[in-house]
């Protein structure tokens, strides 16, 4: 008899690579929808309310939802399994997006009304993302990939994703108007929902066993789970370090992407054509990035490879906008960004997956995620006010200042030394807690 015995067993350990091909191809549907969505969304509020505020309101509505839900259900996940959360989140979020364009359609859509509407697709985004990256671990033990690899091939997959999304989404506002982008957006969520359902191995993405429980003691509760992993994520300095810096940047690339990129195009008569040509531009390069990364990353210095990439990907953005320069240097700029910027997220994903344990895995990213998103509601909306009342160029060239000493001056602490001795004492930590577990590794980012 023939086969792969250990897929039959269930056995973590399987070579094949259905498991993390079905999780990359989810998060590339559902990536590229939301990223069809970053140039829609933003264009269909300026062009039915000509409010650079009102554009940042809607983002901030979309965001808020998503990262303060995400920051509670990291237990859920643990508790329930990825799985169940990803294609259920996925449903919604596809359900509101689809809601938009057939409610503006009918004339019954109000301003408040699509305030809603973003809010549920962004409290139902965060789960589903989260569940999905908490798969690409589990998926790589079963294929047998060493976790950078994996992860640089999510890295990989999000860039693909922002390169084929802005560019679809560019096209489409630009020929069909921004309606249909939402459209398509809500289709990619529908079909990120069927294939975590259908696709991926029975036995994949369920709870992980958590911490044995003693005799006559109850079962760990949500708030014990929740408190769990915010005790060990403060315990962590490196990765709160992390988590801080990342979060600054977040807040700055939130205003960017939301309002600054948007104003410009409008301002400079670029329209939404030059929006997916940058974010193309960037997305391949960083596509080629992550390519190399995932090969590489392993033999280089982490805190080299992160701090040159976010040098190369920050300021950069910000400064060439300010300084009118033609689009095929501003399309240059941003390819050089997006190469740096492909090497950030892999090094930065597998620190995080080492150091912590599998079955806490779902509540820590969480709170890590939720930390280090909890500025980009807030990007799109001050940068709206601001614009409005400054002008572009100013808001520019601040962010731009911001961006360089905030990735700068957090290399310099001394936790980051820590980042090149991550990989020896991660391997330990997260796998050798796990391996002994019967169940075997569940879950992961």
């Not at 992407?257 to 939404?272: D, E, F, K, T, Y």
Request: aromatic share 6%.
């Amino acid at each position: 008899m023939t086969g792969d015995t250990s897929k039959a067993a269930g056995i973590p350990g399987t070579r094949s690579l259905l498991p993390l091909g079905g999780v990359l191809a989810a998060m590339a549907v559902s990536l590229t929808g939301t990223r069809i969505s970053v140039v829609a969304l933003p264009w269909f509020v300026l062009v039915t309310t000509g409010s650079a505020t009102r554009t940042g309101l809607v983002a901030f509505c979309e965001m808020a939802p998503y990262v303060l839900v995400k920051a509670f259900t990291g237990p859920l996940v643990d508790r329930i399994g990825p799985r169940a959360v990803s294609w259920t989140t996925d449903l919604a979020s596809g359900t509101a997006a689809a809601a938009i364009p057939l409610l503006h359609a009918l004339h019954l859509m109000t301003f408040p009304l699509l305030l809603v509407l973003v809010a549920v697709i962004g409290a139902a985004r965060g789960p589903g993302d989260l569940a999905k990256e908490v798969m690409v671990p589990e998926a790589a033990e079963r294929g047998r990939v060493p976790l950078e690899r994996a992860t640089g091939l999510a890295g990989v997959t999000e860039r693909l994703a922002s390169t084929v999304g802005l560019a679809v989404g560019g096209s489409l506002v630009a020929l069909l108007g921004p309606l249909a982008g939402l459209a398509v957006n809500a289709g990619c969520f529908a079909l990120g929902s069927v294939i975590i359902k259908l696709v991926l191995p029975r036995g994949m993405g369920h709870a992980v066993d958590d911490a044995p429980v003693r005799a006559g003691d109850a079962e760990p509760g949500y708030w014990r789970r929740f408190g769990e992993g915010f005790a060990f994520l403060r315990g962590e300095l490196l990765l709160l370090t992390v988590i801080v810096m990342v979060g600054i940047t977040n807040l700055l690339d939130a205003a960017f992407s939301s309002v600054l990129i948007p104003v410009w195009a409008r301002q400079s008569g670029n329209g939404p054509t030059a929006i997916g040509l940058m974010g193309s531009a960037m997305g391949a390069a960083a596509v080629g990035g992550s390519l190399i990364a995932a090969v590489v990353a392993h033999r280089l210095r982490r805190r080299v490879v992160v701090l040159a990439g976010f040098l190369l990907a920050g300021a950069p953005r910000f400064l060439i906008l300010a300084f009118d320069a033609p689009l095929g240097m501003v399309v240059a700029v941003f390819a050089v960004s997006g190469f740096g910027a492909g090497f950030v997220n892999p090094v930065l994903g597998a620190v995080l997956v080492e150091r912590v344990p599998r079955r806490m895995l779902g509540r820590v990213n969480a709170l890590g995620d939720s930390l280090a998103w909890a500025g980009i509601p807030l990007g799109g909306l001050i940068a709206g006010a601001v614009v409005t009342g400054v002008g572009l160029v100013p808001v520019l060239l601040a962010c731009g200042a911001a961006y360089f000493l905030t990735t700068n001056l957090a290399g310099l602490r001394p936790e980051w030394r820590e980042i090149d001795r991550t990989r020896g004492r991660g391997a330990v930590q997260s796998h050798s807690r796990e391996v002994a577990s019967p169940s075997g590794a569940q879950a992961a980012k």
